[in-house]
């Protein structure tokens, strides 16, 4: 396992016509294993390229990412899941899931029974031999979901993977996201400009903002019950301190409003 992973003063910038772009300065946190943890910010700020450092695609221009032991973080012990649906279209459903098992070498009995076991915890049984032209919006990322796992990496990377889905479906991948996240017991990253989506979700939220972008503020929701709704008073109260706070007042937007 790959325990606690530490962000030590992570700073990133690229090379730009007219000088240097600096998009990350200074940002220090700590991942807690088997936590569900929530970067929340606008669009622009830096999430993305945050999450491509945590995951060694690209190269930090100063501090860095390490594991419980002080090493680099492997590309094994990790994986990514995107917005777009990362799947193979002339693979089925369930080809596509046991894709990373084989490229482990996994036997084929044993890859095939994991796969079965996916596919029920993803609520995709009966679409076993479908395509993904075949599947919806929720029903890919169901199936990139059930890859992730597949791999058994014990720390899970989501880049706003339900940012392309309607609202209703959204809710309920995020309320499936959190059932399987509990019942596999992985630590998961996701990146959000959805204050709504990061408080249903996240055991804690790390507020991502600025220019250069850094870590404004961390909020604790492990007090708040699972399963939650935006209903309850005390999230609801939660909600309206963090939009108080006014994080993104100059900033490029950001989603903030009620799904």
């Known amino acids: 396992m790959v325990g606690d992973i530490h962000v030590k003063g992570l700073g990133l910038s690229f090379p730009q016509q007219n000088g240097i772009h600096e998009v990350l300065r200074d940002v220090d946190f700590v991942i807690h294993s ?4 929530v970067l929340f910010g606008p669009g622009q700020c830096g999430k993305t390229v945050l999450m491509e450092a945590i995951a060694g695609l690209l190269p930090p221009t100063a501090g860095s990412v390490e594991d419980a032991q002080g090493s680099p973080l492997r590309t094994q012990e990790l994986c990514m899941v995107f917005q777009k649906y990362a799947l193979f279209p002339w693979k089925t459903c369930r080809q596509n899931i046991e894709l990373p098992m084989k490229f482990k070498g996994v036997p084929k009995q044993a890859r ?39 791999k058994e990496c014990p720390l899970l990377l989501f880049d706003e993977p339900f940012g392309a889905l309607d609202a ?3 809710l309920q991948m995020e309320q499936e996201l959190v059932r399987i996240w509990q019942q596999e017991q992985k630590t998961v990253v996701l990146i959000t400009n959805s204050i709504d989506e990061a408080l249903l979700l996240g055991d804690r ?9 850094s870590i404004l503020e961390e ?17 609801l109260n939660l909600r309206q301190s963090i939009l108080d706070r006014g994080f993104f007042e100059n900033e490029g937007g950001g989603d903030l409003r009620c799904e």
């Open 34 to 37: 088997k936590e569900f943890l």
């Open 112 to 150: 095939r029974k994991r796969a079965a076991d996916l596919i029920h915890l993803v609520g995709l049984d009966g679409f076993e031999h479908s395509y993904p032209r075949q599947l919806s919006g929720g029903m890919k990322q169901r199936v990139a979901i059930a890859a992730a796992y597949a």
């Open 168 to 170: 209703q479906t959204r």
């Open 205 to 213: 939220i790390l507020v991502l903002a600025g220019s250069p972008s």
């Open 219 to 235: 909020y604790d929701l492990r007090e708040f019950p699972r399963p939650r709704s935006l209903s309850d008073r005390p999230l």
